[in-house]
């Protein structure tokens, strides 16, 4: 098992510019969520799915979109890229009888 | 709605010394625990959670953490600590499965160990 796996792993955009960030997991997780991590505040919630065609909003989700036409990939794109998005995004999955969440490596984005 | 707070951003050790770090939460019904642990660069490895049952829990790389309902507490403690132990440790409680498996993070303590 690769486990929960996420792409790329640096990026850097300009102001304006969209881009997806890829997030893929092979052990047939119902659960799938994305969080940003930003210094001294921990990690907050954007989005999640609890399968394949539903998702729904986190704690922080203006800015970005998702989407779950499979069980495996877990898709987060930004519209239009804000320097206030500069973060380091995690990927995590789970069954759906358990909490236990598996983090993928995360990617770090850089927004000029 | 559900918190967590972590009082201290950093806490230094000596190697060999040993540690608590303090976790508090906010939570109406009894709460799913976790303690995860990232390394610089690196993403977050789970080292021990509670789900219900014994208070006192066991994780991997020696820590463990007990939960005190009445302290609304779940600290990680481990008896020695190592070099290696040097992260920054994230404290995170779950809502339950019809709510999607969210977990709400603490802002996370900063562990460095002298030598």
């Known amino acids: 098992n690769a486990g929960v796996t996420q792409t790329p792993k640096f990026q850097v955009l300009k102001t304006g510019q969209s881009m997806t960030l890829q997030c893929a997991q092979d052990m047939n997780h119902e659960y799938m969520s994305w969080y940003r991590q930003d210094p001294g505040m921990g990690l907050r919630l954007i989005h999640y799915s609890v399968g394949a065609g539903i998702t729904d909003q986190g704690e922080v989700p203006n800015g970005y979109n998702v989407s779950r036409s499979t069980t495996e990939d877990f898709p987060l794109r930004l519209l239009s890229a804000a320097p206030s998005q500069t973060s380091v995004y995690f990927c995590?999955?789970?069954?759906?009888?358990?909490?236990?969440?598996?983090f993928g490596p995360g990617t770090r984005l850089t927004v000029l | 709605a559900q918190s967590v707070t972590q009082p201290d951003i950093h806490i230094t050790v000596s190697e060999g010394a040993s540690l608590e770090l303090r976790c508090n939460y906010s939570y109406g019904a009894t709460p799913y625990l976790f303690w995860y642990v990232q390394s610089p660069g690196q993403g977050l490895q789970l080292l021990l959670k509670y789900f219900s049952g014994d208070t006192l829990v066991q994780g991997i790389k020696g820590f463990e953490a007990e939960f005190k309902r009445s302290q609304s507490s779940f600290n990680l403690r481990k008896p020695s600590v190592h070099w290696s132990d040097a992260a920054e440790y994230f404290c995170?409680?779950?809502?339950?499965?019809?709510?999607?498996?969210?977990?709400?993070f603490g802002a996370g303590t900063i562990l460095r160990v002298k030598s």
């Open positions: 995170a409680v779950g809502q339950p499965m019809e709510y999607g498996n969210k977990l709400v």
């Open positions: 995590a999955s789970s069954y759906a009888g358990a909490n236990e969440q598996f």
